[in-house]
């Protein structure tokens, strides 16, 4: 048996690694899907999240009532006591939208009013339909978060306008990504406006919508929590499509503040976001001599391209079978592990050449 060597680095650096323009106050976190998260910034202490928290709503909802696209889904009856909700929260400074005893509001048209406008009422009646009453759904909201590995975030109320509702950008990051996964919440957060029965037209709060391929999806503000916005965008870099997440919290300015924020980082995050191929089909990765002194390669059956920040590190991880004495050409004898952040491949490894066998002289002198 003749053994293998690797002839490829074990660990590079693509680039160097980007100084983001990280806002100067509060709490920032940025994620390229299939990289994991880039860098934060800030710290990592649970703060306000504001309305940000009406993605966890919105996503239980749905999760326990299914929509299919352009399903308006069950009808649901305002009564008095949701219209008592809406004068209470709107003496409270929530945002809110009107409604009048009687309504009917299907439950498309209910997320609408939560994740365009940020009506506090709608998450009030959504949580209320769903599990009968608002601190069940609190609690279900709580247990979602630790399902998700939201470790420091907690729920206080359905709206986010408790201080007690918090949060961490990377946390509110993983939610979002979840919630962008139903088809129906997607769809909602691209949308600029809706009509609603007795609301009338209403407006997305998020004015960066259809700017530098941002798709989505919630804002957030109130006195204590600052401006708050968690985007998610669709990139294409040196022809490669990629999601891009990010998240800033307590921001000044309230969502003036949490726009500017994210209309530095994104930009900085693309440039510093390049295709790079790590591996080519033939590239040498290992190559043997035999004990005959037959010498020879072991090549990469596949190329693999990915899109990575700057500054990444790339570890390769080379697996060489022992060689036989004869082996046909393109036979498989390993495997290249490709490992950057959160992403993984692996690379079968070919014989670039047949392994011919020792000759006749050399087998009768050492008794092969």
Known sequence: MTAATPVVPAVEHVGTAPALPWPAQGEAALLVDGLGEVESSGGRSPVPMASTAKMMTALIVLEDHPLALNEAGPTITVTRADVSTFYAKRSQGESVLPVVAGEQLSEYQLLQGV??????????????????????????????????????????DVSGFSPLSVSIPSDLIKLGQTAMLQPVFAQIVAQSQATLPVAGVVHNLDTLLGQGGVVGIKTGHTDQAGGCFVVAADLTVDGIAARVYGAVLGQPNALAGAFAATRALLPALVSALHAHSLVRRDDVIGRYRTPWDEAG????????????????????????????????????????????????????????????????????????
């Open 115 to 156: 994740l365009l406008p940020s009506a506090s009422n709608f998450a009030e009646l959504l949580a209320t339909w769903d599990l009968g009453a608002v601190p069940a759904f609190v609690g279900r909201m709580n247990v979602k978060a630790a399902a998700l590995g939201m470790s420091a975030t907690h729920y206080a």
């Open 297 to 368: 390669a072991i090549v990469a059956s596949q190329s693999v391209t990915w899109l990575l920040l700057d500054g990444t590190v790339v570890t390769r991880q080379v697996k060489l079978d022992d060689l036989p004495a004869t082996l046909p050409a393109g036979t498989r004898v390993g495997t290249l592990l490709l490992t950057a952040g959160t992403r993984h491949a692996e690379v079968p490894l070919v014989t670039a050449a047949a392994i011919q066998g020792p000759g006749a002289g050399w087998r009768l002198t050492r008794g092969f």
